[in-house]
């Protein structure tokens, strides 16, 4: 039960982000020449880590584009069957096996009513990648233990791409390149992520928060957790958490807390303090150096989600080690979840 197969994986991110960096122009090409001429507005399909990646790129698309962006339902196309026009609209269509039949058919379905559907996969030879206008490929080679690791921090990076396809573009998307060397030396830090395993270990829920764009790295550090650690770990924006869920915080609950700096920076520090009063059990994952899981200093605020979500790993990580689980196989879970 040492999760070697995860660690290994993850080790592999800086090269597979890198080669993304490198083709990010190529691909931005690609997208603008099937963007519909009149963009009404971009819908993201995906579940589980994807489905994280997609919150990811619903946020940067929106600032991107200056068009809605949002997240479909699946089972309004797969059991409702609702006749929705999608005329006007890019979607984008996540999964790392392209096999998840749910989103193969949603995407399928929304190609037929109109859409321009791009899909991000680590198969470019999948079943969804056949129901799709462009085929964007993660190129992250074969993903063997079971929690996705490497495949989804490629999602992310392919979404920011996407979004500075778009629009007047993203701002900070340039520094996609500086992401491999970050991601890198928070690999190479693993034993603070360890130590806060093992303060935790104890415990049985786990609050992860942010706001704005880091929130899809909550998310997913929460599902990671869930998936590696069997703790119930639940991924929330700041926002939520002060609308009424703050009053089930205490010394009970550890908080893990994420931020990229502003304009989200104020929101955090307001939350600590109140984590402080609480006495509740957090930490933090910041670019400022004495945070408890701190990231390299001078990135733009997008890229830091991409960071912070290989911060999440290696807590899942250490987290299911130290209760004597095995991260590589987490128990009643596959590779591929056949949801329809």
């Known amino acids: 039960m040492t999760g070697e ?3 290994r994986e993850m080790d592999e991110q800086p090269e597979v982000l ?3 960096a490198a083709s990010a122009p190529e691909i931005c090409d690609r997208v603008r020449a099937i963007v519909p001429e009149t963009l009404d507005g971009i819908a993201f399909v995906g579940r589980g880590s994807s489905d994280n990646a997609a919150m990811l790129g ?5 600032l991107a584009a200056h068009r809605p962006a949002g997240l479909t339902a699946p089972s309004l196309h797969t059991r409702y069957h ?28 929304l190609r037929a009513s109109g859409a321009v559907v791009v899909v991000i996969t680590n198969d470019d030879s999948s079943a969804l990648a056949g129901v799709s206008d462009l085929v964007l490929s993660t190129d992250a080679g074969v993903e063997l233990a079971v929690p996705a690791t490497k495949t989804v921090t490629a999602e992310m990076a392919l979404v ?16 996609l390149a500086r992401v491999p060397g970050a991601v890198a030396a928070v690999l190479a830090d693993d034993d603070r992520p360890a130590a806060l395993a093992h303060a935790w270990v104890g415990y049985e829920r786990l609050l992860v928060t942010a706001r704005g764009l880091a929130y899809a790295a909550a998310l997913e550090t ?16 700041i926002a939520d958490l002060m609308h009424g869920p703050i009053a089930s915080v205490g010394a009970g609950l550890p908080v893990l807390h994420i931020d990229g700096g502003d304009p989200i920076a104020s929101d955090g520090r307001q939350l600590v303090e109140r984590l402080q009063a609480l006495e509740a059990p957090f930490a933090t994952c910041t670019p400022h150096p004495d ?11 997008v890229m830091y989600t991409i960071v912070a979500t290989v911060r999440g790993q290696q807590l899942a990580r250490h987290l299911s080690l130290a209760r004597g689980l095995d991260p590589d196989r987490p128990s009643g879970l596959t590779k591929v979840t ?3």
């Open 58 to 62: 619903r946020y940067a698309s929106e």
């Open 5 to 7: 197969l995860m660690a």
């Open 291 to 301: 945070s408890t899981l701190p990231m390299p200093g001078g990135l733009a605020e």
């Open 160 to 175: 920011l791409v996407v979004a500075g396809a778009l629009g007047d573009g993203l701002p900070g998307v340039t520094e």
């Open 338 to 340: 056949p949801t329809n």
């Open 18 to 20: 890198g080669r993304i």
């Open 82 to 109: 609702s006749p929705v026009d999608y005329h006007g609209y890019l979607v984008i269509g996540l999964s790392q096996s392209g096999a998840t039949p749910e989103v193969v058919a949603t995407c399928e379905r």
């Open 222 to 237: 929460a599902l990671k957790v869930k998936e590696t650690a069997r703790i119930f770990a639940e991924g929330m924006s």
